[in-house]
């Protein structure tokens, strides 16, 4: 995607590589979250729709058989499994529900950062690289300079390049920092809505499973 600044380009400018690894490590971060949540979410959608099917199976099943078992059942329990095929049908939109819900605001968190990252920070190395290439090639042939006239011309050339770079450099570690800071924060963020979003849909599959349950008959001794 673009070339990475070697270690000897941040000669004079020892704060902008720590911002720039750290960068680069919540890009990795966030990236593997985002995989790892596509990847429980395809599965949950699968496991959700099989328990839809069944339940809907289920449900066209007992409409068949419900007849002939009515004459031998008490009515109790020919609802049972009209009771497990509801049941399955609930949960699994419950399930659904949280597979297609888990992933668009991860999505939408790795999109802004994909999108400041390519926007911003890769035309900004870009011209850091370019300008900090130019003034340390002026440093070397200014340490090599015999001639005196020499010495003096390629030191204002490199205070000029230096004034140059070093703005681009203190843009480039603000958009780094920005960015990481942006990163880790929507990442947590987003944990803590992934964990209110299961929680609510384990009380709602609680539920389902409590309506399967048939109430105990208590006679008076």
């Known amino acids: 995607e673009h070339e990475e600044i070697p270690d000897g380009l941040f000669a004079e400018d020892g704060t902008l590589k720590p911002s720039l690894v750290a960068m680069e490590s919540a890009k990795r971060e966030l990236d593997a979250l985002y995989d790892a949540v596509c990847t429980h979410s395809k599965k949950l959608q699968s496991s959700a729709e099989a328990e839809r099917k069944l339940g809907e199976s289920l449900s066209s099943t007992s409409a068949v058989c419900q007849p002939v078992f009515q004459k031998y059942l008490e009515s109790d329990q020919v609802l049972d499994e009209l009771k497990i095929a509801a049941s399955c049908v609930s949960s699994a939109a419950v399930v659904l529900r949280v597979s297609s819900t888990m992933v668009t605001p991860l999505r939408n968190l790795l999109d802004s950062f994909r999108n400041t990252y390519s926007n911003t920070v890769v035309p900004l190395k870009k011209r850091y690289l370019g300008e900090k290439r130019e003034y340390l090639d002026v440093i070397r042939s200014l340490e090599q300079a015999q001639d005196q006239d ?72």
């Open 150 to 221: 020499i010495q003096v011309e390629l030191t204002e050339k490199s205070t000029a390049l230096r004034n140059k770079w070093m703005p681009t450099s203190a843009q480039l570690n603000h958009a780094a920092q920005h960015l990481n800071q942006a990163a880790r924060v929507g990442i947590c963020d987003y944990l803590v809505f992934f964990a209110s979003l299961v929680s609510e849909a384990h009380r709602q599959l609680e539920q389902n499973h409590a309506s399967l349950e048939t109430p105990k008959n208590t006679g008076s001794s």
